[in-house]
């Protein structure tokens, strides 16, 4: 090797965990537990870098230059170490060539096993351990699976022809096959292999080694593997490492077997081992599901030796990493090998249990242990669920936004809103939603849709609100005309009764009992250390008592946003629609009037829910004719039709709403103001911050401000009682957050408008158009109404914080956008000087650990 080539590959010896970058996750923790558990317990072997792999896909598949003599180079070590030779006639050396990335993804890219036997080799290996059907059995493995992953041979086809030999025999196990069925099956699937390729099955191991490399190198951007990405958000550019590992054979006989083991149970994260294995038979059996595996706690009878160095190399493994590991182990007559380790991916219940009994057990300290937890995968412990699993499913959706759901179907947004009036739970059935129908969402328990995906408009809507979604539902097909909802010869009509669930996709109309989340022990043990650590602050979303008692529930320190517009929907509307079309002023007071003391109610019982805690009043924000008629539903020519046609605009996003309303008709927000400051006055400790929507001049706040201090001299409110903030939601204010501040004691930054006008994106129209083609062709990895666009919004947001606290130094400032539930969104605010977070009562708890993440450091969201 000259000094000016890259080195692409590294020995099992020299690697470390560290280098999971270069080595991938798999070649890197191989070359760790090297490294611990003594070279004995893991087969020798060398990894191809990730960066070869990126050089191979760069050059349009071309061996990077010097691979070859360093592969080489490598096997002549591995040789040498292990005292055998690939291909050799006698006793050939074995190896798997196993896909490794840097995260990993699970069953995505390709892998090899048994490579390095051939024609000739396999009389040598039958001859020297003295077992020929092992032998044969590794060959034709090998041939098949070679065939499959390096040149495509179709995997149904070699299931046919095993099902067939098995058939023929009279025989259902793959262990029951002897030496010739299996010698058959070679000469069968070789067949298959000429079929595809035109070419006899490689006896060269030299060609074999190349092809399963090359092979292992294409699976990165096979379709499967760029899928998953997708789905989980990986960089293409990442690459694949391969790692070349001498084979361990499972398949030896009664003494040899293969199995997976987590330190703890994957499922409820209880101290005690879990896992399956099978005597005599290589990895891929266990997971493959060919033969039904025994459970790990069987082993101790089978072999207890094996059992108690397996659970001992467990609980090394944990303490090494510091956190719950996920093995692949075989065991060749008698003596334990580790094939692979990782940090153990596993539902929430599991992780809180694994945080709290890490630190109990003295393995973690507290951050540490926060760290352990992926914060969104918290949100399955929040929700209602089915408390009976044995349901018939009528028909199945995508789980768009998790919990479970029953009631009454309503096919619009009104009967719903009219229902949740009465008391009656719905469910809220649509072929798909649009901003006209979220009153619906506020009244439904549940949403189902038939069409649309994850990122649909239902989907988003519902998640931000923490309402249960099943959508795409494809076998429903909803007739709106007709009021119907028909599976198949199911017709279900309004008022019928279904219940969904948004975590599983599930849809049925049997009466499943719903069970609400209790938030365990464990889990508020958790929370209790994150508030600890955390200097974020957490508030929550809230329009209703409910919710907001909810979220106190919750941990939620206060209300980030009381949206008022809610209060005016519902039986409301007419009096809010009397406001708006008043012939005169002395009309629009009365109609005013009548919705004062409603208004007053709210709040008053808002204010008495948070008990002292402080409550931010967004003052009316949507453009007034939200809250009309269509004007198609009024008689043609009338004065009331020709009124609600002027309200009508071309762009209400960028129309008259938020402060411009204040501006324009000043009374309503004077009501408002009045509504609340009156309610204040009732309730002892009230904490009440004023938030003015959408400001762009720093005058509108000025104009507004006034307003309200006014307000609050006439309802006899004293100065320090009450403070006055805005949102900062529009480019500009964040340029002119100095000025603004003048008039504000709080900032409140609404990053879903900010990054609407921020990016100039339609939210609805992106997320329905635009999205899944821009992450396709990789401008965008995710929704930036999900997670912030921390480049862009993020730094507008940053220069908004700055430029504020320039001129008031304890300015406060909050996030309040969907973005202030969103773990990686909440590191950012974090390290953006931001006090407090706002989000859905729902995503509070997550919130509370995401907070506590980035502020000891925690990458977010990110998997070993
Ligand atoms: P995956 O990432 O899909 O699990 P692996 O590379 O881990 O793929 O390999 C697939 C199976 O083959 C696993 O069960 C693994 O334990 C087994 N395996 C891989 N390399 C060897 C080896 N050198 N000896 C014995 N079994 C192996
Ligand atoms: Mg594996
Ligand atoms: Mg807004």
Known sequence: MTSDQRVWVHDFATGSREMRDL??????????MTRILGADRVPGGFTITTEACVAYMESGGATPAGLD???????ARLEAQSGRTLGDADDPLLVSVRSGARESMPGMLDTVLNLGLTDRSVEGLAARTGNPRFAWDSYRRFVQMYGNVVHGVSGERIEQEIRALKARRGVTEDTELDVDDLRELVTTFKGLYREATGEDFPQDPQVQLDGAIRAVFDSWTGERAVTYRRLNRIPDSWGTAVNVQQMVFGNKGETSGSGVAFSRDEVDGSPEPSGDFLPNAQGEDVVSGVRTPRDIRELADWQPAVHEQLMDILRTLERHYGDMQDTEFTVEEGHLYMLQTRNAKRPAQAAVRFAVDAVAEGLLDRGAAIATIDAASLDALLHPTFGNLDYTVLARGVAASPGAAKGEIVFTAKEAVAAAAEGREVVLVRPFTEADDV?????????????????????????????????????VEIDLAAGEMRVGDVVLRAGDRIAINGTTGGITTDDVPLVEPEISAEFLTVLGWCDELRTLGVRTNADTPQDAAKAIEFGAEGIGLCRTEHMFLGDRQPLMADV????DDEARTRAIDALRPLQEADFEEILRTMAGRPVTVRLLDPPLHEFLPHPHDLPEGSPERARVESLQEANPMLGTRGVRLGILMPALYEMQVRALFTAAAKVDGANVEVMVPLVDYERELELVRALIERVAQETGVPDGAYTVGTMIELPRACFLADAIAHYADFFSFGTN??????????????????????????????????????????QMLRMGAWLGRKTKRDLKLGVCGEHGGDPDSIDFF????????????????????????????APAGVWA
């Open 580 to 583: 708006i079309l008043a012939a």
């Open 830 to 857: 974090h390290h953006s000087g931001i006090d407090y977070v706002s989000c859905s009562p729902f995503r509070v708890p997550i919130a509370r650990v995401a907070a506590a993440q980035a502020a000891i450091g």
């Open 69 to 75: 003599a360093q592969v080489a180079d490598a096997l």
């Open 753 to 794: 408008d900010l990054t609407q006008t921020g990016l100039g994106f339609s939210r609805d129209d992106i997320e329905a158009r635009i999205l899944a083609r821009y992450i396709d062709v990789g401008i965008l990895d995710r929704s930036p109404f999900e997670t912030i666009d921390s480049p862009g919004v993020g």
């Open 439 to 475: 009153a619906g969402f506020h009244a439904a328990r549940g949403i189902l849709t038939s069409e649309g995906g994850k990122a649909s408009h239902a989907a988003l809507v519902a998640r931000g609100m923490g309402r249960p979604a099943v959508t795409g539902a494809g076998d």
């Open 23 to 32: 080595l991938g996750g798999k070649g890197a923790n191989v070359a760790e």
